[in-house]
């Protein structure tokens, strides 16, 4: 069974900075991409970022010049460097990942930006 689980969520002011992470129980490098996805309450899942195989990324513009998605092969881990954060960013964080064309979630991890 395929596991992804996310940490790193947490309360954070506006202008500060949190780093999520998604550690996979299946090799990252064998992905055919990973991402990941955001849900605001009373808002639809939406995509924040994408990581290829080969290690291009993409962003949505809302989050573009400030957060960053890296991977670590070797720990099977994804990250995502949010910098600048705002009050718009607050939602729950979740990690995606496929695998020979099946997505696989993590349970979310909550980002709250306040004050």
């Known amino acids: 069974q395929v596991r992804l689980v996310e940490s790193g969520g947490g309360l954070v002011q506006p202008g500060g900075s949190l780093r999520l992470a998604c550690a996979a129980s299946r090799s990252i490098f064998r992905s055919d991409a990973m991402g990941w996805y955001r849900q605001a309450p009373g808002k639809e899942r939406e995509l924040v970022a994408t990581?290829?195989?080969?290690?291009?990324?993409t962003y949505a513009d809302s989050v573009k010049g400030r957060f960053g998605f890296s991977r670590d092969n070797a720990k099977n881990t994804v990250y995502l460097q949010m910098n600048s954060l705002k009050s718009d960013d607050t939602a729950v964080y979740y990690c995606?990942?496929?695998?020979?064309?099946?997505?696989?979630w993590g349970q979310g991890t909550q980002v709250t930006v306040s004050s």
């Open positions: 990581i290829s195989s080969g290690g291009a990324t």
């Open positions: 995606n990942a496929v695998w020979n064309g099946i997505p696989y």
